[in-house]
């Protein structure tokens, strides 16, 4: 290679006058950099934290593929959801539910996903508007993972699975603390959040109903797989549990949809008890996607006020101090479930979530009626409280938010300031509803740990229960 | 980059075809050899499988090894085979750190051969709807290696910007790199610049899809070349992905063509 010049020099060695290309191309680069100071210093940084080391790492992708890939699924609709949401104008809703749902359905049976994607991937517009809420959900479903892996890996012996779930939830809670989410039950953080009388609460349920039930699915599922290998114990009856528990959701949950957001106490009561921690971020994070989702489909703000009530609502659920002294403060309601039973009870209405909603809603409204209302208002009052909550829009439910709704039954309603403005909160509402749960639960006992010492062998399913779901869940 | 050259030599018969195999198998032979565990395919770095990178980094805390092996036919017509074991480190958050080496293989130079590079890299923001994301690397290379002199050292820009709504995560990036010699020989450049545009999309759930086009000075007074090249990005497990990638060179002065496989595999215990 001849190092002779074939075209005309850009430079001339020891000429000092001489500029070499590279020394403009830096200089330009400098002025680049300083024009975009102001806006770079204004964005937010990405601030990724990796994984735990552990020597369980992977378990559950190994021991668990199918179930590896339903997870990887499930967290695909949840990062496609937000750009749809956010791209999709809500005129269209009733197509894009449908063909959504198609998709991530078929995704899901199909078992497209290999590998577990982050939310970016599938959503990446959307973290361009708020990629902190993406930060605190792939943090999270990290944290799923890293616990489905110390339940799945047999060389952790099953009296030390609790202690290394521990450590989990110790690098979860510290390691990136502006997303980590709370480790207090549910009826708190949501109390803290106070979106019920936001305008775009119910939106995404209400107008995006299959795509709403398909994430009821999801987290049916992600809490019974945990109690799947709860009741299995360690050895080859843990891949045996986790089939049936997929064959379930497959021929039963995913046909006839759970209609509400299952908590982690009511379908996975012994992990709560062993890590009421982990159990309480997990519903923290599931309810987190749905305000997320209500917040993306609400057409009445910008991308940048929905920002600013996401990252507010972020705020409140994050975790706080004193948190961890809340955690056990829960009942169990079916402490005897069996994962690999789709009961009715886990199906409609009734239950934790809607119960905790329908606290909030009481403790509420004497602030927004002070004067009092007629009972005939109050029963309608519940009546659209109820339809709301429910997947889709009913017969005699009015369109829109609940607040929509509890305006058109209530005119003279009396909103507190920051109830309606996007990263506002209502500091008189809030504390009226934690003052609430207070008064209700705040002398209730912990719920007592559950016992790890023995490895569980898996009982027998329930025949008669069984056959009973089965015929019950039957389109 | 290509490495330098000398001498002329006839290729061997089928030496793409066989190197190529044969560095698949050492790469592959390294990742199964260590303990390991969250690669990720959308994230893309510096050769693996082409030049373009983007401007983000690895996560806080994570701890990645790396290697690759190229083969490239010089513009003279020589053969030259890299291989490129590096490990990648998460050092602070929004920043990595990546140390390395290069061994240079075949008739062509292999000058520089065996040096170690420490290279930083510093990423200052998350993109938003209409600002890209800016990071900052430099990199110093230490002459331990063949007939090398000085530290070399290299300053690199990187923007990366997802285009709109972009269903498939399609993403532009521009990489802009000034390079210094220490120790520039007679007819060598002391200072020379590189620039690549490159642009990645999702194919899959599990496979990117990355192209550029480089535009770099090359050692030689007067030399400059012109390279064209696209690639793929597989995420084999959730911590080990799996990259190949081939160029062809533009104009007389730029390397013929080149291929390059390699991986990227996350390491999780201890």
């Known amino acids: 290679m001849p190092v002779a010049r074939r075209h005309a020099p850009c430079c001339v060695p020891g000429v000092r006058s001489c500029r070499p290309p590279s020394c403009a191309l830096a200089a330009a680069l400098v002025l680049a950099a300083a024009t975009s100071a102001g806006a770079i210093l204004q964005a937010e940084q990405r601030n990724e934290v990796s994984f735990l080391r552990g020597p369980y790492n992977l378990a559950f992708f190994y021991r668990h593929n199918d179930s590896f890939r339903y997870s990887a699924a499930f967290h695909y609709h949840h990062g496609k959801q937000h750009d749809v949401l956010l791209l999709t104008p809500l005129s269209d809703h009733v197509a894009v539910d449908v063909e959504f749902d198609a998709d991530v359905t078929r995704f899901t049976y199909a078992r497209e996903a290999r590998t577990e994607p982050t939310m970016e991937l599938f959503g990446p517009y959307f973290a361009q508007v708020a990629w902190s809420m993406y930060r605190a959900i792939d943090w999270t479903h990290i944290h799923h993972e890293q616990t489905y892996d110390i339940l799945s890996d047999r060389d952790i012996a099953w009296p030390d699975k609790s202690e290394w779930t521990a450590r989990a939830v110790r690098h979860y809670l510290d390691a990136n603390p502006d997303v980590a989410l709370s480790c207090a039950p549910l009826d708190v953080t949501m109390r803290r959040a106070g979106t019920m009388m936001k305008p775009y609460f119910t939106y995404y349920r209400s107008y995006y109903p299959r795509s709403a039930d398909f994430a009821f699915v999801a987290h049916w599922w992600h809490p019974v797989v945990y109690e799947a290998m709860m009741i299995a114990g360690n050895d080859d009856e843990q891949e045996a549990v986790v089939d049936e528990t997929n064959r379930v959701m497959l021929t039963q949950v995913f046909l006839d949809r759970p209609q509400r957001m299952l908590l982690s106490r009511e379908v996975m009561p012994r992990y709560s008890r062993m890590s009421p921690e982990s159990a309480n971020v997990f519903d923290n994070l599931h309810m987190l996607h749905g305000i997320i989702y209500d917040i993306a489909a609400y057409e009445g703000w910008s991308d940048e006020q929905k920002r600013a009530e996401l990252y507010r609502v972020l705020e409140a659920m994050r975790r706080q101090p004193g948190d961890e002294a809340l955690a056990r403060k829960f009942r169990t309601p079916h402490p005897d479930m069996d994962p690999r039973v789709y009961e009715p009870w886990m199906k409609g209405y009734e239950g934790e979530m809607n119960r905790i909603m329908e606290e909030m809603m009481r403790e509420m409204m004497p602030l927004m009626m002070p004067g009092g209302m007629p009972e005939a208002k109050q029963r309608e009052m519940r009546r659209q409280l109820r339809m709301k909550l429910m997947p889709g829009l009913e017969p005699g439910e009015i369109p829109g938010s609940l607040h929509d709704a509890m305006m058109a039954v209530m005119p003279d309603m009396k909103m507190m300031p920051g109830t309606m403005e996007p990263g506002e909160s209502a500091p008189m509402m809030r504390d009226a509803m934690l003052a609430g749960w207070r008064e209700k639960y705040g002398d209730l006992p912990d719920v007592a740990p559950w016992p790890m010492q023995h490895e569980p062998a898996a009982p027998p399913v329930d025949g008669v229960r069984a056959a009973r779901a089965e015929a019950a869940s039957e389109p | ?270």
Request: glycine letters at 8%; aromatic letters at 6%.
């Open chain 2, 1 to 270: 980059m290509s490495e330098p050259r000398c001498c002329s030599r006839a290729r061997a018969p089928h030496a793409l075809a066989r190197a190529l195999l044969g560095g698949a198998a050492a790469l592959l032979a390294a990742s199964a050899a260590t303990p390991a565990a969250a690669a990720d395919h959308s994230n893309i770095e510096e050769g693996l499988p082409i030049e373009v990178e983007d401007a983000f980094p690895i996560a806080y805390r994570g701890r990645e090894l790396q290697g690759r092996f190229r083969y490239e036919r010089q513009d003279g017509g020589e053969d030259q085979y890299l291989l490129e074991p590096r490990l990648e480190l998460g050092v602070l958050p929004n920043a990595q750190v990546r140390i390395g080496s290069r061994f240079l293989m075949g008739p062509a130079d292999r000058t520089t051969s065996r040096d170690v590079d420490l290279e930083g890299l510093y990423n200052f923001n998350q993109e938003s709807v209409l600002l890209p994301a800016f990071a900052l690397s430099a990199r110093a290379r230490f002459p331990t290696g063949v007939d090398s002199a000085g530290v070399d050292t290299r300053v690199k820009a990187l923007a990366t910007k997802t285009l709109g709504p972009a269903p498939r995560m399609e993403r532009v990036h521009l990489n802009v790199a000034w390079d210094h010699e220490a120790a520039a020989g007679a007819g060598e450049r002391s200072d020379r610049y590189l620039v690549v545009v490159g642009y990645s999309m999702r194919l899959d759930p599990d496979t990117i899809l990355v192209a550029d086009f480089v535009r770099q000075q090359e050692r030689e007074h007067g030399a400059d070349a012109n390279i064209v090249e696209a690639g793929l990005r597989y995420q084999l497990t959730p911590q080990t992905v799996l990259v190949a990638g081939a160029g062809a060179g533009i104009g007389e002065e730029s390397p013929d063509v080149r291929a390059t496989v390699g991986f990227q595999h996350s390491l999780s215990w201890p």
